[in-house]
């Protein structure tokens, strides 16, 4: 059974790159705004999610995110939530700690730092299973 991912990006280049590059080893669905960030979550009910800050209603703030990062690990609390935004001020990255964030990887994004954090991700997931 592979690992549900959610990835939650309003950058709809973003979410189609991620998708591709995760899309053969994990099961993918992609969310683009508040909404469909909680109704992926609650459905879905993802191990990992990949979560950009800046989403609408309110794209020029990291409040959106961090609402559904606080969401993710509320209901969700054996998910992983690994971060992902250009959003990388010391502030922003404390706030995602204190709401329970995984890890933060600044975009632009190294493709293969990003493949490695989402697999050591999934492994603690899936070990915390266990």
């Known amino acids: 059974m592979k690992t549900k991912v959610l990835i939650v990006d309003d950058d709809a280049a973003v979410r189609q790159q991620l998708f591709w590059m995760l ?3 994990y099961e993918v669905v992609t969310a683009h705004d508040l909404q469909s960030a909680m109704r992926g979550a609650m459905i879905y009910e993802p191990q990992l999610a990949i979560l950009d800050l800046h989403l609408p209603p309110a ?6 995110g961090l609402h559904v990062l606080e969401y993710l690990k509320e209901h969700s609390p054996r998910s992983k939530v690994l971060v992902v935004s250009s959003d990388g001020a010391a502030g922003t990255r404390k706030a995602c700690a204190q709401r329970g964030a995984d890890g933060f990887l600044s975009k632009p994004f190294d493709v293969e730092s990003l493949l490695s954090t989402v697999r050591r991700t999934t492994i603690a997931a899936r070990l915390g299973e266990m």
């Open 59 to 64: 794209a020029d703030t990291p409040e959106v």
């Open 23 to 25: 899309c053969d080893d």
